[in-house]
């Protein structure tokens, strides 16, 4: 049995984690990382970027065929193209495992100590890691939970066999013919529509009466008509109750209370995450939980002093940037700098097809919030960048507080969309009015033309329609 004493000790080196290990380190913190299975967590290995690398697998091999099948406007084609799963896989595992070497660097760089193993806590301070060779015991002033999330498994459709999570569907390295995804949310919607585009016959199975039920449906409809374009058949306030007699299928009640059968060949269940908590030692600990996910304070602070938690650990949004943001600000407040959770947004991105963007409120959230409105809203179909991409869908929306004029949220829907991303959390976080955006000159022919258009809309004096 060895011994490691450190100022930090960081649980877990995902997003949440890594980040804020490398930042302490960066301000000269003695730190220690652990990490049970692969650097990064769930976004860098099975999550974020390997969705993103089979969706762009996905976008490509759709274009191809669309122009094998004469359906491009502009005259290309091509022969009928031909998709390797399985070497989309390896490139996908490459760009994974640079992105791995990547963050175990930055570690290093930051002279943080990492630890490979399972950390359990003993008490407040003393967390035993089980390594490869054998317990180690490391005692911290200051511990962060960083332990991530995991997949639902729904009791009656376990995961094995032909049903699978996220991380089984970015691994398959067969097309399925026939693909049934439980959950219409973030995870089954992008993959979903990703093996749609790659020829899979895909149907989705929403429990509640929409899909993507956090976004409204101006976002959503795009996505939605996309989907039908593209073959998928949605079900809305549908139940799974689970496969069928032989396997090789999935038995829904469907809305008009009917039971019916979905044949599958895979099917893939995404109906939430939950926190990563089982066998961490939390009974050693008294913490206050929010369900099953640890509740934190302002500055990430749990109900134990010197122990922080961030991430998907803590709860919603379970989203990487949000988790890096803790990190970086809980490394500078056990630094000592005057720190607090500032943001005045946490931007929220589909990467489905057209990709949706929310930043700050909603039309609805800000009503609610008891603000009077001036909204302004301007379609890709008026935009030059999008025709000259053949990507007209969408539009931009900007929401101000009337009077004011402050930009209270962003939101867009369209091809590419995720890209503008930055300059709506860059206009919210300056606490821009509808004037600052109008007044930016934006670079022709970009789709963030339709940014300063939909503030001039809001103002009434839109240009370009
Ligand atoms: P995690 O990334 O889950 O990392 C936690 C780490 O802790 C893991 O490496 C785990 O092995 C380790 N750990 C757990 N317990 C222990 C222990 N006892 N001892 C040692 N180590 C331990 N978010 C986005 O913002 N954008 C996206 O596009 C996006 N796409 C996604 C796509 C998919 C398919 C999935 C599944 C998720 C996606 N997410 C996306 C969500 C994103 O992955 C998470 O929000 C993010 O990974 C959370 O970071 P974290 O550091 O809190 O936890
Ligand atoms: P989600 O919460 O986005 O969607 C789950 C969906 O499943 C919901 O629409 C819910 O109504 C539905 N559902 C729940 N139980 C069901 C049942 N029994 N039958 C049918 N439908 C059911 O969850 P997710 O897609 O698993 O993603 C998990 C988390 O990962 C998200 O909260 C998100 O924060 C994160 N994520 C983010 C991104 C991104 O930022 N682009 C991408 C993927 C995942």
Redesign the pocket.
């Known amino acids: 049995m060895t011994d490691i004493t450190c100022k930090l000790l960081v649980i877990g080196a995902g997003p949440g984690g890594y980040v804020c290990a490398i930042r302490a380190g960066q301000l000269g913190l003695d730190t220690v990382i652990v990490e049970s299975t692969k650097l990064g967590g769930s976004c860098l290995n099975v ?2 970027i390997p ?1 993103k690398a089979m969706i762009h697998v996905a976008e490509e091999f759709e274009k191809a065929a669309e122009a094998a099948a004469g359906k491009t406007p502009f005259g290309l084609t091509v022969s009928q193209p031909a998709l390797d799963l399985k070497q989309a896989v390896a490139w996908k595992d490459g760009i994974v495992q640079r992105l791995n070497n990547g963050v175990a660097g930055l570690l290093r760089k930051a002279k943080v100590k990492i630890v490979h193993g399972k950390a359990r806590f003993r008490d407040g301070r003393t967390v035993l890691v089980e390594t490869e060779t054998g317990p180690k015991t490391v005692h911290a002033e200051t511990i962060v939970i960083a332990t991530g ?1 995991a ?2 498994e ?1 009791p009656f459709l376990p995961f094995g066999g032909n049903v699978i999570s ?1 991380t089984g569907a970015l691994a398959l390295t067969e097309l399925p013919k026939r693909l049934v995804v ?9 993959l979903g529509t990703a093996f749609a585009r790659m020829g899979s016959k895909v149907t989705v ?4 009466e929409k ?4 976004y409204d449906a101006e976002l959503t409809g795009p996505v939605a008509k996309r989907l039908t374009a593209l073959g998928v058949e949605v079900l809305t306030g ?3 109750l689970g496969p069928t007699a032989k396997g090789d299928g999935l038995r829904v009640e469907t809305a008009d209370g009917k039971e019916r059968s979905l044949p599958a060949d895979r099917i893939l269940v ?4 939950k926190p990563v908590t089982d066998d961490l030692g939390l009974d050693n600990l008294v913490l206050d939980m929010d369900g099953r996910f640890i509740r934190i304070g302002e500055r990430c602070e749990t109900a134990m002093r010197g122990i922080y938690a961030i991430g ?1 650990v803590t709860g ?5 940037h949000r988790a890096m943001a803790q990190g970086e600000m809980v490394a500078e407040i056990v630094a000592g700098l005057p720190r607090a959770w500032d943001k005045r947004s946490i931007p ?4 489905t097809d057209p990709e949706i963007v929310s930043v700050g409120l909603s039309p609805e959230e800000a009503k609610r919030a008891g603000h009077e409105l001036k909204i302004g809203q301007f379609p890709f179909a008026a935009n030059g960048r999008a025709m000259t991409r053949h990507g007209e869908t969408g539009f931009v929306r900007v929401v101000a507080q009337a009077g004011s004029d402050l930009v209270l949220g962003i939101q867009a829907v369209g091809q590419g969309v995720s890209e503008l991303s930055a300059a709506f959390g860059l206009a919210i976080e300056m606490g821009a009015t509808l004037a600052d955006i109008a007044g930016t000159i934006h670079a022709h022919p970009t789709l963030g033309e339709a940014f300063p258009e939909a503030a001039m809309k809001a103002l009434g004096h839109a240009l370009h329609i």
């Open positions: 999550g974020c969705s999330s997949p639902v729904l996220s439980v959950g219409g949310g973030y995870i089954g919607l992008e199975v929403e429990a509640q899909i993507l039920p956090l549908a139940r799974a995404t109906v939430g995450r998907d919603e949004p379970m989203l990487a929220a991105i589909c990467f």
